[in-house]
């Protein structure tokens, strides 16, 4: 065979294969919505097809596993596709992992659960694999340790050390407590604290911050980890935490416009009508204090 015989068989083709012979990645982290984008793209294959095929491993049983693609896959199915374009690469786990994790950490849109378990799935393949940093180095095949796999991730994902372990760290909540962190409930850096309960501690907090509509601040999240790990922490504490007034979260008094708005002119501004209210209530006010002084 020549040479340009070798290659051609060597270089990659695209083939279309059918959507029931691929299964999706193992423990993808990633969530595939039928949102809006998603439509918009399952509108788009109808007309020109998937114009980026995907990427897919052979299985041991036979099939297909998708490693890069999942949203294309989606998209295809929404849009009545039987087949779709894909390159099909004999890849190890390690391999497959770490190309699933890159392809997808390109979205525009990332949640925090997304990226904690991407950045876990990711480290503990490179741990594992090794890494090399050309194929005539002598570092070739040695096990990189966890630190130096951390800075090396780090470097990739435009992180710092330090944000990567916190990212993995909300790998240790509660489903429940997490999905209310992609909700943005929770912000990122108590969440990072309430990591550190234990699951039972976790589980009391979320049934509290449900009945009492609130969740902790960045002073109460380190409070509690605090307690959790003395051994100190329990349903009745975290309620008595949680109910405390926060110095920034004092009780607001909102009144619906719907309820007042038919005794203003309907030309006011808000503002006319929170002066005129104010003024209402200094008159008001006014007239107690006499009243009382008689």
Not at 43 to 51: N, P, R, T, W
Not at 119 to 131: D, E, F, I, P
């Amino acid at each position: 065979m020549t040479d340009a015989g070798r290659a051609d068989a060597q270089r990659e083709k695209v083939t279309d294969i059918p959507l029931s012979e691929i299964s999706e990645f193992p423990d993808h982290p990633f969530k595939v919505n039928a949102d809006e984008a998603m439509l918009e793209m399952a509108e788009s294959i109808k007309q020109y097809g998937v114009l980026v095929p995907g990427l897919v491993r052979p299985k041991a049983d036979g099939g297909y596993e998708m490693v890069a693609g999942h949203r294309r896959m989606k998209a295809s199915e929404l849009a009545g596709m039987e087949t779709i374009p894909c390159i099909v690469r004999e890849l190890d786990d390690d391999q497959a992992t770490i190309i699933m994790v890159d392809s997808n950490l390109q979205r525009e849109h990332i949640s925090p659960s997304e990226k904690a378990f991407a950045y876990k799935m990711k480290l503990a393949a490179m741990n594992r694999q090794g890494q090399r940093t050309d194929l005539t180095s002598a570092q070739v095949g040695r096990k990189l340790k966890g630190s130096e796999s951390r800075e090396i991730l780090a470097e990739q994902v435009g992180e710092s050390r330090n944000q990567i372990s916190r990212y993995i760290r909300l790998t240790e909540l509660t489903p429940s407590i997490l999905e209310m962190v992609d909700d943005k409930q929770i912000a990122f850096n108590p969440a990072v604290e309430l990591s550190y309960l234990a699951e039972k501690e976790q589980q009391a907090l979320f049934e509290t911050m449900q009945s009492e509509d609130c969740t902790p601040s960045l002073a109460q999240a380190q409070r509690m980890k605090k307690l959790s790990q003395d051994g100190r922490l329990n349903v009745d504490v975290i309620f008595s935490i949680l109910t405390e007034e926060k110095p920034n979260q004092k009780e607001k008094l909102t009144i619906k416009g719907e309820r007042i708005d038919r005794f203003f002119p309907r030309d006011f501004t808000v503002k006319q009508k929170e002066d005129l209210i104010v003024q209402l209530l200094e008159s008001w006010y006014r007239r107690r204090q006499r009243d009382q002084e008689r």
